[in-house]
């Protein structure tokens, strides 16, 4: 019985030819080659700086050219790590990087997207725009509520305004730092 080739495998061919349709790329998100193909390399297993460029580029550390393609990587790095698409330990000696459970989820969208002729599927934010609304909102109500404390003659908390600014705060507060938390999930 014969099986096909194994998911990993499938996943790195994926990302690699997703360069090549321009429809893919889009929905990726990938601007360079170099980018797919680190994204590539990092379906499946960590991977620190100095291996994917001696990946990529099958350069050694002694090679006279390494340091101008690790240059390069660790460039492409830092663009994929501020979209989301790469992680890595906060603390330790090496640093080796891996696919965030965002870019997992962009990878098999746009996989699920080849397969059909419209654009219909939407593909998730880090942060939705009704979550930024929330943010502002939030920062909004604790600029009023220094405004209604600095000007109150009377105790902070008496007035009605206050308090019902006060509230609205504490509750879209609330709901901003779960939110928040959902998003640093998503990147982690």
Known sequence: ???G???ISRLKSIVRDAFKEAGDQERLHISTL???EMLSCLVGRERTVSELTEEIYGVTR???SYHTYYMKVSRTVKTLQRRGYIATRIFGRDKPYRLTPYAAARIMDSVAQAG???KTGKTEEVLPSRDILAYVSA???ALANIA???TASSPWLS???TILTYSAFLVLSGYCLARLSIAVEKVS
């Open 1 to 3: 019985m014969e099986r």
């Open 5 to 7: 080739p194994d998911p």
């Open 34 to 36: 170099l980018e797919a």
């Open 62 to 64: 002694h090679s006279p």
């Open 116 to 118: 059909k002729t419209e």
């Open 139 to 141: 920062t909004c109500l």
């Open 148 to 150: 209604f404390v600095a």
């Open 159 to 161: 007035t009605p305004p």
